[in-house]
């Protein structure tokens, strides 16, 4: 059963650069077959999705915030991870890391198909100096 | 402002069933996919349905999908204390070449 665990500081400060991994346990972020998603929900708003990545290295980013966000692949650790640069007190959040399978009898499948499965547990963000 | 519009709470007594919208436009949910999530109160988001109506392992019988046009609506019947959450579609905008999502229904079971 694959499980997601977010990682990083709970507070960063404004102008720095926030930075968070997700480590994908029970199952190989090499073997294809998904995106792997970062997405936020501000303190009692909706989910808010930042962007993901496929294992090549492959990324798609929301476009409000793309001149900001960095998301890249370590096979190696099975680890991804999401950089926000320039953070503000609008950053602060509940990032989630969250897995979208993309194939179906090894043909890829229309982006959104299957929706997000699994996620992880979240971590809170807070941008304060 | 979120790209997809649901009601932000919807309520019904125990044992009885209730629906929640989730209208969007031709670029998300009239040409793709929806999704829809339940969020209970301090966890992660936890898929429901996938391609508009299909429910993964697990998931009970009494959650249902449909889509029509740029509209979903998630159903869900035989109402349980424990399904007071916020509940979130989702779909991919083409226009944005991304994922949205609607604002959250919270759901109240008196």
């Known amino acids: 059963q694959v499980q997601l665990q977010e990682s990083g500081p709970g507070l960063v400060k404004p102008s720095q650069t926030l930075s968070l991994t997700c480590t994908v346990s029970?199952?190989?972020?090499?073997?294809?077959?998904?995106?792997w998603s970062w997405i936020r929900q501000h303190p009692g708003k909706g989910l808010e999705w930042i962007g993901y990545?496929?294992?090549?290295?492959?990324?798609y980013y929301n476009p409000s915030l793309k001149s900001r966000v960095t998301i890249s692949v370590d096979t190696s650790k099975n680890q991804f991870s999401l950089k926000l640069s320039s953070v503000t007190a609008a950053d602060t959040a509940v990032y989630y890391c969250?897995?979208?399978?993309?194939?179906?009898?090894?043909?890829?499948?229309?982006?959104?198909?299957?929706?997000?499965?699994?996620w992880g547990q979240g971590t809170t963000v807070t941008v304060s100096s | 402002q979120s790209v997809l519009t649901q009601p932000p709470s919807v309520s019904a007594a125990p044992g009885q069933k209730v629906t929640i919208s989730c209208s969007g436009s031709?670029?998300?949910?009239?040409?793709?996919?929806v999704s829809w999530y339940q969020q209970l109160p301090g966890t992660a988001p936890k898929l429901l349905i996938y391609?508009?109506?299909k429910r993964p392992s697990g998931i009970p019988d009494r959650f249902s999908g449909s889509k029509s046009g740029t509209s979903a609506t998630l159903g869900i019947t035989g109402l349980q204390t424990g399904d007071e959450a916020d509940y979130y579609c989702?779909?991919?905008?083409?226009?944005?070449?991304?994922?949205?999502f609607g604002g959250g229904t919270k759901l109240t079971v008196l």
């Open positions: 029970g199952g190989s972020i090499s073997s294809g077959g998904y995106y």
């Open positions: 989702g779909t991919w905008d083409s226009s944005l070449s991304g994922w949205v």
């Open positions: 031709s670029s998300n949910i009239g040409n793709n996919y």
């Open positions: 969250a897995r979208e399978p993309i194939t179906f009898g090894g043909v890829i499948v229309s982006p959104g198909y299957y929706g997000m499965d699994v």
């Open positions: 391609d508009n109506n």
């Open positions: 990545i496929y294992y090549s290295g492959s990324t």
